[in-house]
């Protein structure tokens, strides 16, 4: 186990019988939000799949959580106050009888930092698939679509 993937557990907690698959994961992005603003890079792709794809608001692919990790340090590098929030408005789970549990997520997100002209802020919708495995949810698909932009620098 990664000590990533330890923070994760520590930060959301082990799974309980009374949890349900939408609790686990609300919680599971809680702790992706956490970790994007604590800055730690590992633990946000931590909860990913190794086949993760990721496109971001700006309609850039991402492939692999190595990949995602080394976009989010860029970003980091470049705007060491970036803080991104995902709001979920629901989570569907697939049907009992599939071969492999799915589950979908959507809602809104939010992206701010400091541009040296001032504050900017992005935001938009999201939706997110997860698949359960023998390590539990993980994200195996998200797509972001910017839909507005605040502030200083936008286009």
């Given at each position: ?100 549990p799915l589950a979908w ?51």
């Amino acid at each position: 186990m990664t000590l990533a993937k330890l923070v994760l557990i520590l930060i959301v907690g082990a799974p309980t019988v009374a949890d349900t698959p939408v609790q686990d994961i609300k919680a599971l992005r809680r702790a992706s939000n956490a970790a994007i603003a604590a800055g730690d890079a590992g633990a946000v792709v931590a909860q990913m799949a190794d086949d993760m794809v990721l496109t971001t608001g700006a309609s850039e692919k991402i492939t692999g959580p190595a990949d995602i990790q080394a976009a989010f340090e860029a970003v980091w590098a470049a705007h060491p106050d970036a803080v991104y929030i995902r709001t979920p408005k629901s989570v569907k789970i697939s049907r009992s009888g599939s071969t492999v549990p799915l589950a979908w997520e959507d809602g809104s997100w939010v992206g701010r930092w400091v541009e040296d002209g001032g504050a900017v802020e992005y935001s938009g919708l999201y939706s997110a698939g997860w698949r359960k495995g023998p390590l539990g949810w993980q994200l195996h698909s998200e797509l972001f679509v910017t839909l507005t932009c605040k502030g200083a620098g936008c286009p």
